[in-house]
């Protein structure tokens, strides 16, 4: 990827760049992200966005750290995470998604490492945060980038990569955020579940009540 010397940033740009870190900071805490894992990406316009940078530490993560991408170009100095490619293709093809999140957290990887499917019909935030929750083969989000963008929509804005991730979408950082912490805590849920009695799903009559009240 070639590089480019930015002409300074933007203040929309500094306080996608602030928010990020602080979002950042509280997934390291709250263990959704680890180490130099974990990747968070947010729309400027239709040609460029900025991404987390590959191979640094989550926990001290800087504003400065903060890797622009402009028309396949990336910011001079900085190496951008390698899930780069697939951010580009998510928001071509979305201009809906403003931001997009690459995690491993604990709980939701027993579920990419395991042939158990996650439903997000137990908990109506659950439900109306994550909608259907569709799982891909491992190395689809870096093997085949674009399938795997395709397979985002409205109704699935959440993706469990088996082995290896998942890929949570929204329309600002704060959105995304939201259903990736929603995200762990169901599933944190429906494990320790298994200890006391057999999980009662929300019905599809439950559902279609929700998704009237709702407006999904």
Partial sequence: ?????PD???SDERAYRREMCKLIHR???QKLFTSAQGTFSQRLDN?????????KDRNYLEEGDIVRIENGWREAGKLPSRSVELHKYIYELHPEINSVIIAHPPNIMAFA?????????????????LRDVKKLPFG???????????????????LIIENDCVIVTGNSLLNAFDR??????????????KAIGEIVKI?????????????L
């Fill in 1 to 5: 990827m070639k590089e480019f010397i």
């Fill in 8 to 10: 300074g940033y933007s």
């Fill in 27 to 29: 997934a390291y805490k």
């Fill in 47 to 55: 040609n460029s966005f900025i991404i987390t940078p590959y191979a």
């Fill in 113 to 129: 490492v395991t042939d158990v499917e996650f439903d997000s019909k137990t908990i109506p935030e659950s439900y109306i945060m």
């Fill in 140 to 158: 689809s989000s870096f093997m085949q980038p674009k399938m795997t963008a395709e397979s985002i929509s409205k109704q699935t804005p959440v």
């Fill in 180 to 193: 990736l912490e929603v995200l762990e805590y169901t599933a944190k849920s429906i494990i320790s579940s």
């Fill in 203 to 215: 019905n599809d009559e439950e559902v279609e009540d929700i998704n009237k009240a709702f407006k």
